[in-house]
Structure formats: structure tokens, C-alpha cells
């Protein structure tokens, strides 16, 4: 699974052309969230909010987990109108998933990969046979600044593979598993490069 294509989907997701909408799930520690987003005359707006405790389920004692995001997943699908036409962004609890900031020195585009191999095995506490990892480069604050800021994301396989059974019920529109502070950078962003382009076009 590779997580560059992830974040291609998110932002392709966002920017959704007349008519179609999206859906984005964040399975949490306590419960799950649902938020429906759609794009009208090229704005993006909120069309339903939905909120699923695990607590409200009815459940034997020893339900585990799993078992508690799939039956929030089903109430969910049951409750609120989901074409075929809906994508379904998840995204992973922040448990899930080790995030590493830092900044390389000034380097060229084709090395980062090969830096980066380096920085995964100095930040990240499991074998790379492990884990699904990738990263995000951030634009400096300042013009003057050359560094690299990187933005190392990864996650034990065994987290995705032993979510997907729980989204069963929502497989045919499941389109992508995003991390929350990557979709939040990749929603700012493209909000920021509309608006500049906007200002551009007007002057």
C-alpha cells in the first residue's frame, strides 16, 4: 500500500468536480466520526456530520475492538444515504501512527529518497519489512530558507490489514486510509493555492 498514492486520492477527493461528494471517516479510540463534503461552483462545502460512540453500541462483554468499528461502521452506513458514486476517505487513529518532523540540509530532489532510507532507520523503531511508511515536504516559512522539512509518517501493516475487515460494510465505497495531519495539511493547501490563484487572476 503505498501512502503517496493515499494522499493523491485525499487531495484528488477534494478537489471533487460538480455533483459529487465525499465522505471522510476518522475511526477513533472512542468512537467514529463521519463528515460528507462536497464541491459546488468550486467551493467545498460540509453536507452532514455524523458522530458514532462505540459506548451507545449495544454489545456483549466480551466484543472486542474490531468488532465495535465494524457494528459503528454499520450504523453509520444504515443511517446516512451513501450513493455508489460516494468515496470514502478513512482516516487512522493518531495511536496508529509514528510522526518524525526534521529538516534535511539543502539537497537535490533526487537524493531525498535516499536520505530519507537513512532517516527511517534512525527514527523509526521497527524493521521496514514492518511497517507502510512514507513522507510529506513542507514548504519553508521563509524564502531565504534552503533546508528540506520532511514529514516522516509509517505505520505497523498489521494496524491496515487488521482495520479492513472492520470496513467490510462500507468496502464498494471505501477509496483510500489517510493519517489526520496529513489530510488537515493537504486541505489547507489547497485551499491556500485557490486562493492565490484567485488573487492572481483578479489582478
Same mark, same amino acid.
Given at each position: 500500500m503505498n501512502f503517496r498514492a493515499i494522499y493523491k486520492k485525499g487531495l484528488d477527493s477534494v478537489r471533487l468536480s460538480g455533483g459529487k461528494s465525499a465522505w471522510g471517516l476518522e475511526i477513533g479510540d472512542s468512537g467514529l466520526k463521519a463528515v460528507k463534503?462536497?464541491? +459546488? !461552483?468550486?467551493?467545498? #462545502?460540509?453536507?452532514?456530520? !455524523?458522530?458514532?460512540?462505540?459506548?451507545?453500541?449495544?454489545?456483549?462483554?466480551?466484543?472486542?475492538?474490531?468488532? @465495535?468499528?465494524? !457494528?459503528? *461502521?454499520?450504523? #453509520?452506513?444504515? +443511517?446516512?444515504?451513501?450513493?455508489?458514486?460516494?468515496?470514502?476517505?478513512?482516516? @487512522?487513529?493518531?495511536?496508529?501512527?509514528?510522526? +518524525? #518532523? $526534521?529538516?534535511l540540509p539543502p539537497i537535490k530532489k533526487s537524493r531525498i529518497a535516499e536520505a530519507l532510507r537513512y532517516e527511517l532507520r534512525k527514527q523509526v523503531p521497527f524493521e521496514p519489512d514492518e511497517i507502510i511508511w512514507d513522507y510529506?515536504? #513542507?514548504?519553508? !516559512?521563509?524564502?531565504?530558507?534552503?533546508? *528540506?522539512?520532511?514529514? @516522516? $509518517?509509517?505505520?505497523?501493516?498489521?494496524n491496515i490489514y487488521g482495520l479492513l475487515p472492520s470496513l467490510a460494510p462500507i468496502r464498494v465505497n471505501l477509496d483510500a486510509i489517510q493519517?489526520?495531519?496529513?489530510?488537515?495539511?493537504? @486541505? *489547507?493547501?489547497?485551499r491556500e493555492d485557490s486562493t492565490?490563484?484567485?488573487q492572481t487572476a483578479s489582478t
Open positions: 463534503a462536497s464541491a +459546488r !461552483d468550486g467551493e467545498l #462545502f460540509i453536507e452532514a456530520i !455524523d458522530r458514532i460512540d462505540y459506548s451507545s453500541i449495544e454489545h456483549e462483554v466480551t466484543s472486542k475492538k474490531p468488532e @465495535l468499528i465494524e !457494528d459503528a *461502521v454499520n450504523i #453509520f452506513k444504515e +443511517r446516512n444515504l451513501i450513493s455508489k458514486s460516494d468515496k470514502i476517505i478513512v482516516s @487512522l487513529s493518531g495511536k496508529m501512527i509514528l510522526s +518524525r #518532523f $526534521f529538516s510529506q515536504q #513542507f514548504e519553508g !516559512d521563509r524564502v531565504t530558507d534552503s533546508s *528540506v522539512k520532511i514529514g @516522516l $509518517f509509517a505505520t505497523k501493516k498489521e493519517i489526520t495531519p496529513i489530510a488537515i495539511y493537504n @486541505l *489547507v493547501k489547497v492565490s490563484a484567485s
